[in-house]
Each structure stands twice: as C-alpha cells, then as structure tokens.
C-alpha cells in the first residue's frame, strides 16, 4: 500500500468566470481563456487589476520529504481581485445592440459598429461591433468576429470630418460665420484637378457647405487654411494617434507626415478624404465640440475598488463613492466654446432639420449631425471602387446643452442600391438616440407640432 504525504492530495477553491448575457458587449469585455488569462477586451487590458496577485509561503521538509513548518510573510500574502466598474450602461448597451442587428438584416454589411458617449465626460455609454460572439459559447466563432469594429477598423471619413476643418477656419479667422463662397455651379478645377459637388451649388453660405456638403465649398476652405492649418486641425482634435482608451487592439488610424502633403491634399483633406480615422477617433473628436471644445480621454473604465487600486495607476477620489477610485481625466483644448457652440448649434444642427441628416429628426429635440459616405479602395486596380462604400452618421442632442453623442458605421453594405450615410446609417443612429434621450430622462427642448384635426 501506497502512503501518499498529505501534501500530495486534496480539494481547493478556483474562479470560473461566467458571461450570462450572451454576445452583449462581448468586444468589450473580453473573455478569460481556460488557463484563466484575459484575452481581448478590459479582460485583457484591466488583467492587472482583476487578475490579484499569488501569495508566497515557505515549507520546512524533514530529510524524507515530509512538510513539518508552514510559515507565511505578511509581506507576500495573497491579494484578491479588484472590483472593476465600466462606463458602459446595460440599457443603452441593448439599444445599440439591437440597432446593428437590424442594420446588419437590412443592408448585409461586411462590418458595423455603433458608439454611444457622454461628450462631457468622455465615458463611453456603448459600444457594439458586427459580426460579434457569444461569450457563453466560445466554440463556434467566426474569424471575422473577433475585431472590435469601433476601435480596430480604419476608414475615410469623408463627410463626417468636414465640421472640423469649418471649425478650426473659424477659430484662425480664415472665414466668417456669415460668409458666402461660390461653389462654381458644381465644378471647380484646383490645380491639375477638377472637383465636383453631388448638385450643382452657386454661392453657398458656410452653414449650408456643410448642410448640402459641398466639397468645393470644402476645398475653398482647405485653400485658406493651407496645408499646415489642415495638418494642425488635424492633430489638434487627436486623429493620428490611439486615443488611450482602456482596450487592447486600439488602432492609431492614417495620417501622413505634413512634408508628404501636396496640392491635392489641399482639397481632398477638408472633404475628409487622404486620412483613416478609427470610429472611436471621430466620436471623440465630435465630442470636443459637443462640450465646448475639450478634447477628453474617452473612458471605458469608471472606477476601481479593492486593495491595489490607489497604487496600480494614478487615481483621483471618486466622489460619489469614497470606496471607489476613478481614472484621472486628461483634456486638451481644440477651439473655443463660442466656436464649437456655432458649429453645433447652426450648421450641424441644420444637417438634421434640412439637410442630409433628415432621416435622424426625434420629434421634441433638437439633434444635430452629419452624414458621411465614402467610397474605399478597390481591392482590384488600387483606385476608389464604384460599389464599396462606408456609410457613416453622427449626431447628438439636444444641440444647446449635448448630453448623448451616437455613431454608427456600416463597412461595405451590399443590399440596395444607394449606400449613403444619411440613408443607412442615420436611421439607426436616431432611434438609438431617441431611445437613450428617454431612458437617461433627457427633457425635450422643443415644442412638438401636432397636426390640426
């Protein structure tokens, strides 16, 4: 018979962690694989704090091997897990869950995502991507799915980008909020190239450049500022660069060095063209301008509690709850707030009630916006393809005081035979706004019409 030392056997305690709800947030929760490490999502980025930490103790054998003195140094005990608390709001999370799956019904995409933030805080509300997983079973999972389309894809902006470059001409003085430019009655040769509007435009005031998205209008614009102005507005509100969001997998987008610029970048750069951007980079960006021109540090993480949470990062005391210790902000200053008000309140807010953006009308609110429609590389012969499009949309009310900023990119959508943004996209994007403007109790501020019996 064997005699087996009583260390050799026995029964201990291990976490097994469970995701009850499915393919909701799976991009960004990550998920833990069977050797227990994070992989994907704030289960890999936040594995510092949620993994805690083994404790050391030190064994005594007699000469046959037999454990005869256990002592532990409370030095290096066992620390457990901190508690992690994300900015992401369940029912909002649903919201935008449920708008891309329609999306991805409707228009067949190769890809979709949708963002929802708080643009005073910069906390991230939602944030979902097609095609997704479910994180309760793991054994049948596209090779597509796994990219988190909000913060892993790049993409021309197009149209979307064009509110920045208005705002920063404004804020060097280049232009005046009431000026006309002649948009040529739809074509206009800059340099050795000829540029074209969708409809032929001939003056145009600044709002209605970006009401109708004149890209002539754009380019005038571009020619003011001059490729150095174009540059620095660029980087001003963070394209180019990861924005520092708690993720893994963060991409920086496309923006080349300013000496590779030419002529043509003069005018391609204002309508949104030359440059990737991640879908997180724009949302983050718009919300510089929805709060009066801070560019703040999209959070996914609101606060952590436990035993290492003062020491693992630089924290500031959460005020809300004195257990809780919240990730420190950082801010940067785009334009002023009189210039970003403008932008959102006149033009962008314009978009929605008469432009391009029309199908994104909550009735009570006043939503602002802009559509954007790019067309990508063709895979083929190199140039821009015909029939690949991203479609894209971004708004946000109420346009006086924003407080819910919605965006929703759809890659390569290939049913129907129309692909723009504001016909796509901005449906989904009103209804996930309109449904969030509710839920947090955002009050309307505008009266609502009612037809005469």
Not at 262 to 279: C, D, F, K, Q
């Amino acid at each position: 018979m064997l005699d087996w030392p009583d260390s050799a056997y026995g029964f201990r305690d291990e976490f097994l962690r469970k995701y009850p709800q499915g393919h909701v947030a799976s991009h960004v929760l990550g998920y833990r694989d069977i050797d227990g490490a994070g992989r994907g999502g704030v289960e890999q980025s936040l594995n510092y704090l949620i993994e805690g930490v083994p404790g050391k103790r030190k064994l005594v054998r007699d000469a046959v091997g037999r454990i005869v003195e256990v002592s532990f140094d409370p030095d290096s005990e066992p620390k457990r897990f901190d508690a992690v608390q994300l900015t992401l709001d369940l029912t909002i999370q649903m919201f935008a869950e449920k708008a891309l799956d329609e999306i991805v019904d409707e228009w067949k995409p190769a890809g979709a995502c949708a963002i929802v933030m708080e643009p005073n805080s910069g906390d991230v509300l939602a944030m979902a991507s097609r095609p997704t997983y479910s994180l309760s079973d793991m054994s049948h999972v596209a090779d597509n799915a796994w990219k988190n389309q909000a913060i892993s894809i790049i993409y021309e902006p197009g149209s979307t980008f064009k509110p920045f470059i208005v705002a920063e001409a404004l804020q060097a003085g280049l232009i005046r909020q009431d000026e006309m430019f002649d948009c040529e009655n739809g074509e206009y040769r800059m340099g050795p190239r000829i540029l074209h509007d969708h409809h032929a435009y001939a003056n145009l005031s600044v709002t209605d450049i970006l009401v109708k998205s004149s890209n002539i209008g754009m380019a005038k614009i571009g020619e003011r500022l001059t490729n150095r102005g174009l540059f620095n507005a660029t980087v001003k509100f963070g394209f180019g660069r990861p924005t520092g969001i708690d993720l893994p997998g963060e991409l920086s987008g496309i923006l080349r060095p300013l000496k590779k610029w030419n002529g043509y970048s003069t005018g391609s750069i204002p309508m949104g063209h030359e440059l990737a951007v991640t879908p997180l980079q724009l949302v983050t960006a718009q919300s510089a301008l929805s709060n009066g021109g801070r560019l703040i540090t999209p959070r996914i993480l609101k606060g952590v509690q436990g035993q290492r949470s003062d020491s693992a990062r630089s924290f500031q005391a959460s005020l809300e709850d004195p257990g809780l210790a919240e990730p420190a902000t950082i801010v940067r200053p785009t334009v002023s707030s009189d210039v970003a008000r403008w932008v959102i309140e006149k033009p962008m807010t314009d978009v929605v009630s008469r432009g391009t953006g029309r199908r994104a009308q909550i009735p009570g609110y006043s939503v602002f916006g802009k559509t954007g429609t790019a067309q990508k590389m063709d895979p083929v012969n190199g140039g821009y393809s015909k029939t690949l499009h991203s479609s894209s949309f971004i708004c946000g009310a109420p346009a006086h005081n924003p407080k819910v900023l919605v965006l929703i990119v759809v890659d390569e959508p290939q049913s129907g035979s129309t692909h723009y943004g504001g016909t796509i996209a901005a449906p989904a994007a009103a209804k996930i706004l309109s449904r969030s403007l509710m839920y947090l109790r955002i009050p309307p501020d505008r009266e609502t019409r009612t037809a005469a019996r």
